[in-house]
């Protein structure tokens, strides 16, 4: 193991930061010259072999002159379990079970920046405990398909609501003295070629949408490394993508830190120097050997070399090793951090429809749950986001729990789980409760189950959903159709009792035409990390009121959505031949540079065109006129909010509004306001609205506050593809202030 050494100098950099007015990214620059003295001593050997992996989830320092190595940790919902030096593969230790925190999206419904850097602060403290220095995390992509297999990864549809919370959840991680490796940078938005295929989108779509939640966590929050995404960007690898990595990154936003390719995503030796990379991960392949090879023939400089060192070593000396015999002395998951997840978990939980089945009603005695995402647990599978949680409470063992003695709760399976690509060799017993395809229809024998159990009982609480195999890393889903019989189930469930409540365990949209006429009450409850289904009880029996809002459109049909609607997603050329899965086939591995060259380039080239440009989620939807299922922004509670009085001023660098905001209910409830912007007489073309601002507010019962928001000026500019520049159009807004994108209660109008 690397022997770790302490560095003081995460306290002078807090000193400069206090005597100077720095920006976030200028902070880290404070060690230069002390950096530049250690560059000096170091043999190019040592250099380059901080420019690529030492293990599977490290980079090396110098021992020699005291650097200590880094560590990363994935991400993004917990501190990843410790795998083997040279692989994912558990090292079987037992102290590494972490706090499993709820998935991205969400955390991204809770639309409460508060919870976002909370979020950050436990996988920050966490990560420490682990003797982590990176994490790879957040992962901050726009959910730009329903059918992305990292959607549920991701945080929002919303570049504002995505890079709002991406920005506090880099703040927190890193007021914990870790950093983060924001990832997948960028326009990573798709699993299927994820390794080859090309984004091809206009520069006012990229930086709009696109890089937002990049733009915020990087120039604000000082965010200390960027994972470039294994896709190609406008025709090149963003781990070698002059515009992304040098252009913009660096040059516009001013970032000082390191950029690590993602695993398996680095394509060249010069790409990827020249053109912005840092460290290769993993492997030496291209930026080991090859770099000292180029430099004795005078291809590179030596000069790019200590560049690339500098850039590494600030953040080494921002953040400050762990020593080896701190780390993984305690337990990873934390008490103080569990309660975080719960928190994030309690405010995340969307009331999609209530019918006035929720709250549980009192008279309410006996409950049949029924359906196995009721039972089956989620911090693992879905790839590099899984966690080895300390323990995680299924929405079965909450409702038990909280329900108590005075209330028999029943359970049955329902439906079948279909477990996806098995990894390892196949059972000797086909498991009865496991399908062998997604689409396979009811099975009769558990349905006659669950149809007794729904008669005999008060209430009926049906869990659908996906699984972190059907929405996981790696693959993107065929359609967003519910699996293995589920609308079978419930339509039988309320014929058998009408008195219903659905429970969604997914990450991302499901198809709900079938399942919502027959389900009086509708609920989206997530993958909720470790405390979820705590949370979900507390809900679904009326401790706390919901306050949860889609983060994006619940589609009615998949086609409706914006890539589909236009005929880009999935590919119409059909070309397939993903190059990160080709990589690593054994003939593959086996072959000389020249050959795996030659080979790269007889592959198809996929391609993912975005030609409907920033008209992303709810942007496509209401300029369309097309209804959703369930609109972005929305959730119910079980109080109402009046909303009055709205008054907005433009000032100098900003709108500002307030209203009020009244709970008329008699319990305490939280609710997300929400701004959006429409553009009147505008010639600049723009969706219908705009969200632009956004606050989670918490009410006690009948309580009335004066709410206050603002529109900075420069989030109302556009990207002008002629000057090539943000702009800000002068002209007439109105406001439009409500509790979801379809459900505005109060307008103003203002010129700017
Ligand atoms: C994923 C990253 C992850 C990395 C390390 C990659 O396959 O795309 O998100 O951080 O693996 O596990």
Known sequence: ????????????????????????QDRLTVNDQKIDAIIAQMTLEEKVEMLHSKTNMSSAGVERLGIADMHYADGPFGIREEGQPNGFMSAGWTLDSATYFPTGSALAATWSKEMAYLYGTGMGTEARLRGKDVILGPAVNIQ??????????????????????????????????????IKHFAVNNQETNRGSVDAQLDERTLREIYLKPFERAVIEGGAMSVMPAYNKVNGDYCSENEHLLNEILRGEWGFK??????WGGTHSTMGAMLHGLNVQMTGSNYLGQPVIDSIATGALTEALVDEKVRQILRVRFAIEAVPEDVANTKMTSQPECQDIAKKVAERSIVLLKNE??????????????????????????????????????????????RAGADVEVTYAPGYKNFPGRRWGPAPAEPNPLEAAAIDEPADPALLTEAVALAKDADLVIFFGGTNKSIETEGSDRQNIDLP???????????????????V??????????????????????????????????????????????????????????????????????????????????????????????????????????????????????????VKPMYAFG???????????????????????????????????????????????????????????????????????????????????????????????????????????????????????
């Open 144 to 181: 730009r398909l329903p059918v992305g297999g990292r959607t549920y990864e991701y945080l929002s549809e919303d570049p504002i609501l995505s890079a709002a919370l991406a920005l506090e959840y880099t703040k927190g991680v890193q007021d914990k003295g870790t950093a983060v490796c």
């Open 484 to 502: 293995t019989g589920q609308n079978e189930v419930v339509a039988a469930l309320h014929e058998a009792n009408p008195k219903l409540v659905t």
């Open 257 to 262: 830190g390191f950029t690590v390719s993602d």
């Open 504 to 625: 969604l365990i997914s990450g991302g949209p499901t198809d709900l035409r079938q399942l919502e006429p027959v389900s009086p009450a509708i609920v989206q409850g997530w993958w909720n990390g470790t405390e979820g289904g705590t949370a979900l009880a507390e809900v679904l029996f009326g401790d706390i009121a919901p306050s949860g809002k889609l983060p994006f459109t619940f589609p009615a049909r998949l086609e409706d959505s914006p890539a589909y609607a236009m005929g880009n997603f999935p590919d119409p050329n059909g070309a397939g031949g993903d190059l990160f899965s080709l990589m690593f086939r054994p003939d593959v591995l086996k072959m000389s540079p020249e050959e795996r060259q030659k080979f790269i380039d007889s592959l198809p080239k996929p391609v993912s065109k975005y030609t409907e440009r920033f008209y992303v989620g709810y942007r496509w939807f209401d300029t369309k006129d």
């Open 634 to 752: 929305h959730g119910l509670s079980y109080v109402e909010f009046e909303y009055d009085d709205l008054k907005a001023v433009v000032g100098k660098d900003a709108v500002k509004i307030s209203f009020k905001l009244e709970n008329e209910g008699s319990m305490p409830a939280d609710e997300v306001v929400q701004l959006y912007v429409h553009r009147i007489d505008s010639k600049v073309e723009w969706p219908a609205k705009e969200l632009k601002a956004f606050q989670h507010v918490s009410l006690a019962a009948g309580e009335t506050k004066v709410v206050n928001l603002e529109i900075p000026l420069k989030d109302l500019r556009y990207w002008n593809e002629t000057t090539n520049a943000w702009d800000l159009e002068h002209g007439k807004l109105q406001l439009l202030l409500g509790s979801a994108s379809d459900d505005i209660r109060e307008t103003a109008e203002v010129t700017i």
């Open 356 to 401: 006035g089945m929720l709250p549980i009603a009192k008279e309410v005695k006996k409950i049949a749950v029924i359906g196995q995402n009721a039972v089956l647990k989620t911090q693992s599978g879905g790839m590099g986001a899984g966690v080895k949680a300390l323990y995680e409470v299924t929405p079965l063992e909450g409702i038990r729990k």
């Open 1 to 24: 193991m690397t022997k770790r050494f302490f560095f003081p100098a995460g306290v002078a950099l807090l000193l400069a930061a206090c005597s100077t007015v720095q920006s976030p």
